[in-house]
């Protein structure tokens, strides 16, 4: 037998994520922070994908290289890492918690080749990739970043 609510007026609570569904739920409210995180990893994609497009019209128009399948291994790392940081863009902007790390991750392996490309002669390139990797990782810690994007999955369906 089960107790009715304390209040049977007030919304009930979702065991799945701890928000409130009935009527009186609101949609949380998504911080800039969000939107400037996910479009600098969406960008980030893009640059990655437009360097796997290169990449393979140089292989198929027979540039030199030592190895062809390690060219062609090179080639599929970029497009699945360009295809990572288009989910965690769109899993970042709706709200989940996985791509935090993810995103982080991202911004980390970007510092690693921004600042000796910027060191090493090419200021621009270098200060191109390490502005938006500073401004993703402080927003990625931003309070309001943080809890925006603390959703989980979910529970998985009944039969």
Do not use: C, H
């Amino acid at each position: 037998m089960s107790r009715p609510s304390e209040n049977p007026s007030g919304p009930d609570e979702n065991p799945a994520d701890g928000r409130a569904n009935g009527p009186a739920a609101v949609p949380p409210v998504r911080p800039a922070g969000i939107l400037v995180v996910a479009v600098i990893v969406a960008l980030e994609a893009s640059a990655l994908l437009a360097a796997a497009a290169w990449y393979g019209s140089q292989l198929l128009t027979g540039a030199p290289v030592l190895s062809f399948w390690g060219a062609v291994f090179t080639l599929g790392l970029l497009l699945a890492f360009s295809a990572w940081l288009f989910a965690v863009a769109r899993f970042l902007f709706r709200g989940y918690r996985w791509p935090r790390a993810g995103a982080l991750v991202a911004q980390l392996f970007v510092l690693t080749i921004g600042f000796p490309t910027l060191t090493g002669g090419y200021p621009l390139a270098g200060l191109a990739m390490l502005l938006p990797a500073v401004i993703a990782i402080v927003l990625l810690f931003d309070k309001r970043v943080i809890t925006f994007a603390s959703r989980a999955g979910g529970v998985p369906p009944t039969l």
